[in-house]
């Protein structure tokens, strides 16, 4: 059974900076596209960053040059380092994993099979 359990939420003033984790397991590793989203109630979930086979990741407009995915050895844990934050940065987030895909990673949240139960990050102004 794959399981994922993010954690690093916090309240943070606009400008600051804080890394999610997302512990993976009950899967090895071989290449899945593996995601973060966040999502805002009332609003659809947004995709952020995917990262494929060849380790190449592939960001949104909302949060390029600011975020930034990473791993440790065999994806059993992902990172979202986030910086420059802004209140509009406020959500729950989640990391997902789709099982079919290795290539052509996309960030659509209906590709994926597995997500978390997300972690809360708040910015205030």
């Known amino acids: 059974q794959v399981q994922l359990a993010e954690s690093g939420g916090d309240s943070v003033r606009a400008g600051g900076s804080l890394t999610l984790s997302c512990a993976t397991s009950?899967?090895?590793?071989?290449?899945?596209?593996v995601a973060w989203f966040r999502q805002v109630p009332g609003k659809e979930r947004e995709g952020l960053v995917v990262?494929?086979?060849?380790?190449?990741?592939y960001y949104s407009d909302s949060v390029k040059g600011r975020f930034t995915f990473s791993q440790d050895n065999n994806m059993k844990t992902v990172y979202l380092q986030m910086n420059s934050l802004k209140p509009e940065d406020t959500a729950m987030y989640y990391c997902?994993?789709?099982?079919?895909?290795?290539?052509?990673?996309?960030?659509?949240?209906?590709?994926?099979?597995?997500w978390g139960q997300g972690t809360q990050v708040t910015v205030s102004s």
């Open positions: 997902a994993v789709d099982m079919q895909r290795e290539w052509n990673c996309l960030l659509e949240s209906q590709e994926y099979d597995y």
């Open positions: 009950g899967f090895i590793y071989t290449g899945e596209c």
């Open positions: 990262r494929s086979r060849n380790g190449v990741d």
